[in-house]
């Protein structure tokens, strides 16, 4: 098990993100340690982390495993605080097949209420819990920061050229420009959870 002290440590499973990490890290001469490693195991020792920061990430992993090993990292009184993006009743079962699908996403990791037990069954105490809804993706259609036209005329576009949406490639391209749609008609609705440590 690799000792990381008091530094910051970022985590990814990507060889890729990885690479764009470190260049990132190192350009802005931050203390960060970048390690390719997942949330399901993670290098750190036992009971040092004083919080952990989680985004888009429970979405692909098997909650039982992310959220034992989050427990076990954390010292007592630490937190975790993870940025989930869930499914809502309006979200279609052959909707969400073909989104969860496209996007390697585990259909369990978006239930709030599978999210809620496992985090307390690894022994994480919910500390609260803020449903964003489209809210974010509002304030970037405000900003102009992101468009739901590109994304939009992106997915027609992909139709109406006869694309292959069995190909993971097309599939992926498209779920992933839906994506912020659906968070603005209400299917999927970003969340903020924070759990202690109860340990």
């Given at each position: 098990m690799q000792q990381h002290g008091l530094r910051a440590i970022a985590l990814d499973p990507v060889t890729r993100h990885v690479e764009l990490a470190r260049n990132a890290v190192a350009e802005a001469g931050a203390d960060v340690d970048v390690v390719q490693a997942g949330i399901e195991d993670m290098p750190i020792d036992d009971g040092v982390a004083d919080w952990i920061w989680?985004?888009?990430?429970?979405?692909?992993?098997?909650?039982?495993?992310?959220?034992?090993?989050c427990a076990r990292v954390l010292r007592p009184g630490g937190h975790l605080l993870g940025y989930v993006t869930c499914s809502t009743e309006r979200l279609e079962p052959r909707e969400a097949a073909w989104l969860f699908g496209a996007l390697a996403i585990v259909p369990e990791s978006t239930d709030p209420?599978?999210?809620?037990?496992?985090?307390?069954d690894a022994g994480l105490t919910l500390r609260s819990k803020t449903a964003l809804g489209g809210e974010w993706r509002e304030r970037m259609l405000v900003d102009g920061t992101w468009s739901a036209n590109d994304d939009l005329a992106e997915v027609s576009r992909l139709r109406r050229s006869g694309a292959d949406f069995e190909d993971p490639r097309v599939a992926a391209q498209a779920a992933g420009a839906a994506w912020g749609i659906y968070q603005l008609l209400g299917k999927t609705c970003p969340t903020v959870y924070v759990w202690a440590s109860s340990s």
């Open positions: 989680c985004r888009d990430v429970l979405v692909h992993v098997d909650l039982e495993r992310g959220f034992a090993e209420e599978a999210i809620e037990t496992r985090a307390a």
